[in-house]
């Protein structure tokens, strides 16, 4: 079965680096996506990467994906106040056409 | 300005009461989703359509109903038969149905029954 799991927080100094880690078990994920959501908002997608790919980097923002562990990352540099959110992991699954499965999302809490 | 956009967002209901959210995209996507998201909770699907006059159950379709009369709306309704229909529904689009093509949301409709 499909499932993806996420901690639920992370705290980071401002300036520092975050990193907010998610693990997928379904094999055949074909695209692993990051979605980030202010409060009261949708979703904005901020990145994603192939599954035959190790690693992206977009600006401030660095994905990581250990294909054989299953492990995907998201690093944000020097992060801001305005990266406060609930960050989303999801897959799509290979041959699938029904939407994608959502991690139940990171709280990204920024300490002054 | 292209995008997705839903309305209303906040919407109140008495129990009993059918309700239905709209959705409409000016991006000429084929596919279309309705999520719903709880506290805590990630994303469940609801309901997809790839294409018009088309549309499948997702993994909580119980107590929903959709249509897909035109390319660019997706409305939702939440009938009475929906146990626990409080929560923040999500409606999104991607160009294809095809896996890997990216699925871009709305802002959303924040549902609560009184």
């Known amino acids: 079965g499909e499932d993806v799991e996420q901690s639920l927080f992370l705290s980071v100094r401002e300036g520092d680096s975050s990193v907010i880690n998610c693990t997928y078990t379904?094999?055949?994920?074909?695209?692993l996506y990051w979605y980030k959501q202010e409060p009261g908002a949708g979703l904005q997608l901020l990145t994603y990467?192939?599954?035959?790919?190790d690693m992206k980097q977009d600006q401030r923002l660095t994905v990581l994906l250990n294909k054989k562990d299953k492990h995907l990352s998201l690093r944000i540099a020097d992060t801001q106040t305005g990266d406060s959110a609930i960050y989303f992991c999801?897959?799509?699954?290979?041959?699938?056409?029904?939407?994608?499965?959502f991690g139940k999302g990171t709280h990204l809490i920024i300490q002054p | 300005d292209g995008g997705i956009t839903q309305s209303p967002k906040y919407l109140f209901r008495k129990e009993g009461q059918n309700v239905t959210l709209s959705c409409e995209q000016n991006?000429?996507?084929?596919?279309m989703y309705w999520y719903r998201q709880d506290p805590g909770q990630g994303l469940r699907l609801i309901y997809y359509?790839?294409?018009?006059?088309?549309?499948q159950k997702g993994d909580i379709a119980e107590g929903y109903s959709v249509s897909r009369e035109k390319k660019e709306s997706f409305p939702l309704t939440v009938t009475s038969a929906q146990k626990n229909p409080t929560a923040f529904y999500l409606c999104?689009?991607?160009?294809?149905?095809?896996?890997?093509?990216?699925?871009?949301f709305g802002p959303g409709t924040r549902l609560t029954v009184l």
């Open positions: 999104a689009s991607s160009i294809t149905p095809s896996r890997g093509d990216t699925q871009y």
């Open positions: 379904d094999s055949s994920s074909t695209y």
């Open positions: 990467i192939f599954s035959n790919m």
């Open positions: 999801a897959e799509s699954i290979e041959g699938g056409a029904d939407g994608l499965t």
């Open positions: 991006l000429n996507h084929d596919a």
């Open positions: 359509s790839q294409i018009v006059n088309d549309f």
